[in-house]
């Protein structure tokens, strides 16, 4: 009888020494400290204000809160996100306090954007360059670069400089990233000095040959080219931009522009503002610029009665060759 009582004793002794064994360091007991007969415990015994925890501030937390987020198959308190179906309640955790805040850039994102990019079913893996994000939902083009920064994804490729960042969307569909639209919306590219970035032949096509456009200097596209009608010149472009006479010809050749008149043959290239103003140019000059009409043989070309007085009748006695003995085409309105 003696010995079962001491065998009794003993082994509640042995007991009485595992349950109240409280080191934390003792990760052989059945598992470990988190193992079943730990579950009731005191885990501030081990977990002592912050020194054990994972980083993020607990202090909200009474004892009792712990099996919450940590049970023993999970004590690492590592959510389950795979019940998350949107991504409305992300931002309801992710404060910086009971897990970890959204990041700094991500600022300019709703939460009901993040499984976009964030799959629940792998929730510790971070969006890369191998996976196609649903842009579907990226309502803004201010988001873009957010991510397009060559970390979270490529980065905007280096033919892209020129371009105001909220523009995007002007080329690419966000319901079919990978494919830039066959007729961009033209009407947010203000800046005409930009349009060789894309019309260089690759990214869309090049500047034509006819007319010959290489004459033309970039920031001239819009006096011809309306960014709301962009397939579809003007029909009276606006010539204020040209200032160089020598590129009339290239459009005034019958087919993107009216021909040059017959009987303007005589007349060189760069004589065209002599009677044609930039700033009005359907209505020849009243007094056209003389200076440059070097040659008498051209005088009657417009001194017809058409396109401007006839010679008197006292003139026809006289060749045109002689007219500048009496007209000086510095001062052509006095003798």
Known sequence: MKTNKKVIFGLLLIAALALGATACGNKSMNGGPHSPEWLFRDCNACHAGATAMSGLDHSQYTNQDCGQCHTIDNPSGMYDHTQMTTGDGCAYCHDGKQASALPADHSKYTAAQCLICHDTKDIKKLPNSAVTPDHSKFTSAANCEVCHNGSYAHALPADHAGYDKSKCFNCHDMNDIK????????????????????????????????????????????????????????????????????????????????????????????????????????????????????????????????AANAMPDNHKAYNNDMCFACHDINDITNI
């Open 179 to 306: 494919n830039p639209k066959s007729t961009p919306d033209h009407s947010g590219f203000t800046n005409p000095a930009i349009c060789a970035t894309c019309h260089d032949g690759s990214a869309a096509g090049a500047l034509p040959t006819t007319p010959d456009h290489s004459a033309f200097a970039t920031d001239m596209c819009f006096a011809c080219h309306d960014i709301k009608d962009i397939e579809n010149p003007k029909t009276l472009p606006d010539h204020t931009a040209f200032t160089d006479p020598s590129t009339c010809a290239t459009c005034h050749n019958g087919k993107a522009a009216n021909a040059l008149p017959e009987n303007h043959a005589g007349y060189s290239v760069d004589q065209c503002f002599n009677c044609h103003d930039v700033n009005d140019i359907e209505n020849p000059q009243t007094v056209p610029d003389h200076s440059t009409f070097t040659d008498p043989a051209i005088c009657a070309t417009c001194h017809d009665g058409s």
